[in-house]
T-cell receptor, first 116, second 112 residues
Framework: AQKVTQAQTEISVVEKEDVTLDCVYE???????LFWYKQPPSGELVFLIR??????QNEISGRYSWNFQKSTSSFNFTITASQVVDSAVYFC?????????????FGTGTRLQVFP | ETGVTQSPTHLIKTRGQQVTLRCSSQ?????VSWYQQALGQGPQFIFQ???????GRGNFPPRFSGLQFPNYSSELNVNALELDDSALYLC???????????FGPGTRLLVL
């Protein structure tokens, strides 16, 4: 079975704090993709990153960084020096190989609140 | 903005009615996927259309059906609405199966 677990339901931080959102996944496939999406109050899911299962290099994009560890089936997301505009619900998602049904399997999301 | 548009933005229906939701894909994208997001939950995959053919379906009953048109826009139809169908319906387009999916703003459906 394929599953994504985001154990943190809600996180509150004060502006400029660093925050890490956890994501643990389950799959029997050797090839898969992992994603992070941001959902602001408006509702639209905003794509942040896509990572191939064979690429375990960490990635940094501005204040955002991602730590992919295949050994622990985790794909964690860190925001450095958080800002009020980072307040949103963040979803981690898993996608099976393209020869299977092409769908995104989402976790239940982590609501991040950044206070000024 | 992704260039994916959805209409209407909000909709109120009563139980037993039928509803049609519409999605225009991003320019150059030939694949559209639909998701249902209940309050406080992650989106759940309904189905995907690729070049006007259904290309995979999630665990949704047959009263959820869809279409994709030659311009790659898509419709989601739900018959015999139930109260539990109240949700945010999200459409995503991609350049093909397996490519990154980019989402529209969603349609909020309330069934009374």
């Amino acid at each position: 079975a394929q599953k994504v677990t985001q154990a943190q339901t809600e996180i509150s931080v004060v502006e400029k704090e660093d925050v890490t959102l956890d994501c643990v996944y389950e799959t029997r496939d050797t090839t898969y993709y992992l994603f992070w999406y941001k959902q602001p109050p408006s509702g639209e899911l905003v794509f942040l990153i896509r990572r191939n299962s064979f690429d375990e290099q960490n990635e940094i994009s501005g204040r955002y960084s991602w730590n992919f560890q295949k050994s622990t089936s985790s794909f964690n997301f860190t925001i450095t020096a958080s800002q009020v505009v980072d307040s949103a619900v963040y979803f981690c998602a898993l996608s099976p190989p393209s020869y299977n049904t092409d769908k995104l399997i989402f976790g239940t999301g982590t609501r991040l609140q950044v206070f000024p | 903005e992704t260039g994916v548009t959805q209409s209407p933005t909000h909709l109120i229906k009563t139980r037993g009615q039928q509803v049609t939701l519409r999605c225009s894909s991003q320019s150059g994208h030939n694949t559209v996927s639909w998701y249902q997001q209940a309050l406080g939950q992650g989106p759940q995959f309904i189905f995907q259309y690729y070049r006007e053919e259904e290309n995979g379906r999630g665990n949704f009953p047959p009263r959820f059906s869809g279409l994709q048109f030659p311009n790659y826009s898509s419709e989601l139809n739900v018959n015999a609405l139930e109260l539990d169908d109240s949700a945010l319906y999200l459409c995503a387009s991609s350049g093909g199966p397996g490519e990154t999916q980019y989402f529209g703003p969603g349609t909020r459906l309330l069934v009374l």
